[in-house]
């Protein structure tokens, strides 16, 4: 008797589907734009008015009529810096927004008058305020802010090139307002400047 013994089956092919996987280079722009989502670059301020910011271009107009070489303000870039935070997280953002929302702090009275140099660089216009003064250090008390220098609240009007030309210091007045809110901005640096946005606003009482 012959017996007949069937093949085996063969096994089922199962198709294993590759898979790959591509690992991004950490180029320095990479690493760039990973840095910038995970930061912020913000700042506290007392915003001017129009009226007002209109004589400073007035004035930012003949500086520039001069001639002498400089980076000039733009007047969406005028604006009284209490705090400069630098880059810091979304986290320390809304923390610095809590402690502002909760604690009530004061208006202050504030005069812009008269220009003046911070060397042969810095043309700016000068701030006369005590009310403001004080303001600030209640911000960076109740913030543990520490800018590591006096407070010299100024407005910037040109970073000069090459020295002064013939720009001189005044006693121009430009006019006085009372600050009755802060602003938390956030600084986005384009290739035509840094453009401010406002992320929050605090009412000052």
């Known amino acids: 008797m012959t017996t007949i013994c069937a093949a085996p089956a063969s096994e089922p092919r199962i198709n294993k589907a590759k898979r790959t996987f591509f690992i991004m280079p950490l180029t320095q722009s990479v ?3 990973l840095f910038l989502k995970a930061f912020m670059r913000c700042f506290l301020a007392v915003e001017i008015p129009k009226e007002i910011k209109d004589k400073m271009m007035r004035l930012v107009a003949a500086a520039r009529a001069s001639g002498v070489p400089a ?12 705090a400069f ?9 809304d923390e610095i927004a809590r402690a502002l929302s909760t604690q009530p702090l004061p208006s202050a009275k504030i005069k812009i008058a008269s220009t003046g140099f911070f060397g042969s660089r810095v043309y700016w216009a000068g701030v006369q305020s005590e009310e403001l003064v004080s303001l600030q250090k209640k ?7 520490d800018e590591g220098r006096p407070f ?13 030309g013939s720009l001189s210091p005044s006693d121009e ?4 307002f009372a600050a009755r809110e802060l602003v938390l901005f956030e600084s986005v ?8 946005r406002a992320v929050a606003r605090f009412a000052l009482v």
């Open 31 to 33: 690493l760039k734009t």
């Open 152 to 164: 010299s609240p100024h407005i910037t009007l040109a970073r000069l090139k090459e020295g002064r």
């Open 189 to 196: 640096l384009k290739s035509d400047g840094a453009e401010h």
């Open 139 to 145: 911000v960076a008390d109740l913030l543990h802010y």
């Open 85 to 93: 935070f630098g880059e810091i997280t979304e986290a320390r953002k």
């Open 71 to 82: 980076s000039f303000a733009k007047p969406e870039q005028m604006h009284l810096t209490l």
């Open 173 to 176: 007045f430009f006019g006085e």
